[in-house]
């Protein structure tokens, strides 16, 4: 049976560069036999940042629920995540749990690394495993050609590793949450 991976594209901002590394990624994941792969985009996906509860975010908690694995493709704003990241992690609880998530990041010379790095402690909070290989874009709009593709050997083979370990970990935490219910 596949692992159901959802990528979650955490820029929200108009012109933003996400949803082109985004794409990259679930090309490489779909290459991934192990995955039967989804997008949640959070530009179209409406979380109210006071954290009530609407039908939007009963259905992203749903679609969340369903999910073996996550990857994160966030860009860097001035040293950090994009808030709509927050707010998503924030407005649901269980479903995160005892769930592998990798990250790909993008920006200038610290390609995201600093979003990442942040966004491991958030995880960790609630109770997701976070997986140690990433996925860094420096420079990033200059590593993409006209068709979103990518020459970085780094980045396709980091992707290939992030890939292979997430599904190592989705399996094995799928198979754990069937037998002994998360105790958290």
Do not use: C
Not at 52 to 79: I, K, Q, S
């Amino acid at each position: 049976m596949q692992l159901r991976l959802e990528v979650i594209v955490g820029s929200v901002r108009e012109g933003r560069f996400g949803p082109t590394v985004a794409e990259w990624f679930v090309r490489r994941a779909q290459a991934h036999t192990e995955f039967d792969v989804g997008v949640i985009d959070l530009a179209d996906t409406p979380l109210p940042a006071d954290l009530t509860v609407t039908t939007g975010v009963e259905a992203f908690r749903a679609r969340l629920a369903t999910a073996d694995a996550f990857v994160v493709v966030t860009p860097e704003y001035n040293h950090g995540y994009p808030g709509a990241l927050k707010t998503a992690f924030d407005n649901a609880k269980f479903e995160w749990r005892a769930k592998p998530i990798g990250f790909v990041s993008y920006g200038g010379l610290s390609g995201g690394l600093r979003a990442t790095e942040q966004l491991r402690q958030v995880v960790a909070e609630i109770h997701m495993v976070s997986i140690r290989e990433t996925v860094s874009f420096h420079q990033a709009k200059k590593k993409f050609d006209a068709n979103g593709e990518t020459q970085d050997g780094a980045a396709i083979d980091a992707a290939d590793r992030l890939l292979t370990q997430l599904a190592w970990w989705a399996d094995a935490l799928r198979q754990a949450r069937a037998e002994i219910p998360y105790p958290g």
